[in-house]
């Protein structure tokens, strides 16, 4: 497995607002894009995305930001870099894990679900950050569920690999 380039990018949050930025972001670019985790907070949502795939020789991260920064206006690129393939994560034990047609959903949850994404939300009431992973176990679907206290203890896509690993086995 090669290295993955990879951007993480904000816009203003609002209906079908991750496909629309997926869509900018590959226009400008030219390159196939996936989205691989969001968050939203006050109002608007990040998105971290991943640049071509491992068949593809991309540029460095940094000159793709400088193409969207150019050519899409209510896309603010706010970090580039280059990901190494790291190990496995080990399986992380999910404290919360809501199967999905039997209970409302919070609305973290709901969201995770309907755009099929990991999905962080900052939550002010209660100074913490909320995850939200959609899986699917036995056939149906689920959204496993973890929070953290703190501003600047935010999830990572490691963290969600972790959960998602514990969620499988």
Same mark, same amino acid.
């Given at each position: 497995m090669t290295a993955k380039s990879m951007l993480r990018i904000a816009t203003p949050d609002a209906a079908h607002a991750m496909d629309i930025?997926?869509? %900018?972001?590959?226009?400008?670019? /030219?390159? &196939?894009?996936? *989205? #691989?985790f969001q968050e939203i907070e006050s109002g608007n949502l990040i998105i971290e995305?991943?640049? /071509? %795939? #491992?068949t593809i020789d991309t540029p460095h991260p940094s000159r793709l930001a400088s193409a969207i920064n150019? *050519? !899409?206006a209510n896309i603010e690129v706010l970090s580039s870099w280059t990901e190494s393939p790291s190990p496995d994560p080990h399986p992380r034990r999910c404290p919360d894990v809501l199967g999905v047609g039997y209970e409302p959903l &919070?609305? !973290?949850?709901?969201?995770a679900l309907d755009d099929n994404l990991p999905t962080a939300k900052w %939550? @002010?009431? %209660?100074?913490?950050?909320?995850?939200?992973? &959609?899986?699917?176990? /036995?056939?149906?679907?689920? !959204? /496993?569920?973890?929070? @953290?206290?703190g501003y600047s203890h935010r999830f990572t896509t490691h963290d969600v690999a972790a959960l998602r690993c514990g969620?499988?086995?």
């Open positions: 930025a997926c869509s %900018d972001v590959e226009s400008a670019v /030219g390159l &196939p894009v996936r *989205a #691989e995305l991943q640049l /071509g %795939d #491992e150019g *050519a !899409v &919070p609305p !973290v949850a709901q969201r %939550d @002010r009431s %209660d100074s913490s950050w909320h995850l939200a992973v &959609p899986s699917v176990c /036995g056939g149906k679907a689920i !959204v /496993g569920m973890s929070s @953290r206290g969620l499988a086995s």
